[in-house]
């Protein structure tokens, strides 16, 4: 009788083969950008071969989409119900993830013109603008706790916390170690109400 069984379609059954595939990838494309990624040298690093990430992946575009997609895999901190607090540790998260293998330079290669619609359109999706809602209800948060006024501009605020990150590194300067509080803060006493300062209590 003939086999007729077909494999399920996935991720390959040893875990951390498909693990080390999916970082060597992150690593290749932080190095050498999309357009001279590598599938050769991702298999080389992951310790495989490229055919075996044929059996996977049909091209690069669907690798780095999945090695991309896995950076959104770190669970978000859990909420306290206090805004401030909640937000220092959302923005202690983030710094934990953007440092990351391959995280930061894969952030500026999202804005380059040689990176693939798909692939950019995953890391904005998947990682870019699940962060952003988390911040923007902290901040909505504060707003209904009666901590920040209510016409707080939570669009260029959001914005603004997880962009100093990348003025630091741009300016070749290493973020200060209490980052995380001091830019909450900053925001925080931006848009507290008069009766209201929460940053400067903790």
């Known amino acids: 009788m003939t086999d007729t069984h077909t494999p399920a379609r996935g991720r390959p059954r040893d875990t951390a083969i498909a693990d080390g595939v999916l970082d060597a990838a992150l690593t290749e494309l932080a190095s050498k950008g999309y357009a001279a990624f590598s599938l050769t040298a991702v298999a080389h690093a992951a310790g495989t071969t490229r055919p075996a990430l044929y059996r996977r992946w049909k091209d690069k575009t669907a690798l780095v989409v999945d090695a991309v997609a896995g950076l959104a895999a770190t669970e978000p901190p859990p909420v306290t119900g206090d ?3 909640d937000l220092v540790a959302e923005l202690e998260n983030f710094r934990h993830c953007i440092t ?19 692939v950019r359109a995953t890391y904005l999706d998947q990682i870019v603008a699940p962060r952003r809602a988390r911040i ?9 706790s009666g901590a920040l006024v209510e016409d707080a501009d939570l669009e260029v605020a959001t914005t603004f916390l997880t962009g100093s990150w990348y003025a630091y590194h741009l300016a070749n300067r290493p973020a200060p170690r209490d980052w995380p509080h001091r830019v909450a803060a900053l925001v925080w006493s931006a848009c507290a109400t008069p009766a209201a300062h929460p940053a400067r209590q903790h």
Not at 101 to 116: F, R, Y
Not at 136 to 143: D, F, H, N, V, W
């Open 83 to 85: 805004p401030f607090t």
């Open 100 to 118: 990351e293998v391959g995280a930061l330079p894969l952030a500026g290669l999202m804005l380059g013109e040689d990176i693939d619609p798909t």
């Open 136 to 144: 923007r209800g902290i901040l909505q948060m504060g707003i209904d």
